[in-house]
C-alpha cells in the first residue's frame, strides 16, 4: 500500500485542522492504520490508531481532542485535530500495517503542522 499524506499548515492556537492519508495500491480496510508525529528535535511519536474493526486508540496527550477516521469508499484516513497548540508543531506522518504493530511497515511522507499565533 501507498500513503499520500495532506492537509498541513499553519494554524492559531486553539484552531483546528483535518489531515489526511489517501492509500493506493490496497484498502485502507486491510490494515491497521496510523498517524505518527515528529517534532523539531524530538523522536517521532504515536498520536492515534484506528484498527480493521474500526476501534480506535490515541496517546494521551491528543485523547478528547483528536479523532482518527476511516473512509473505505474514499481509501483514505484522516486525523481532525482541534483545540491545537503549539505543542502539536510536528511533521505529521500516516503508517500502515496488516497487523497492530509498534514499528508499521508502510509509511506516507510527513505533513507539517505548525501551531502558531
Known amino acids: 500500500v501507498q500513503l499520500q499524506a495532506s492537509g498541513g499548515g499553519l494554524v492559531q492556537p486553539g484552531g483546528s485542522l483535518k489531515l489526511s492519508c489517501a492509500a493506493s495500491g490496497s484498502s485502507v480496510s486491510r490494515y491497521t492504520m496510523y498517524w505518527f508525529r515528529q517534532a523539531p528535535g524530538k523522536d517521532r511519536n504515536f498520536v492515534a490508531t484506528?484498527?480493521?474493526?474500526?476501534?480506535?486508540y490515541y496517546a494521551d496527550n491528543v485523547k478528547g481532542r483528536f479523532t482518527i477516521s476511516r473512509d473505505n469508499a474514499k481509501n483514505t484516513v484522516y486525523l481532525q485535530m482541534n483545540s491545537l497548540n503549539p505543542e502539536d508543531t510536528a511533521v505529521y506522518y500516516c503508517?500502515?500495517?496488516?497487523?497492530?504493530?509498534?514499528?508499521?511497515?508502510?509509511w506516507g511522507q510527513g505533513t507539517l503542522v505548525t501551531v502558531s499565533s
Open positions: 503508517a500502515a500495517d496488516l497487523s497492530p504493530s509498534d514499528n508499521p511497515t508502510n
Open positions: 484506528i484498527i480493521r474493526d474500526g476501534r480506535t
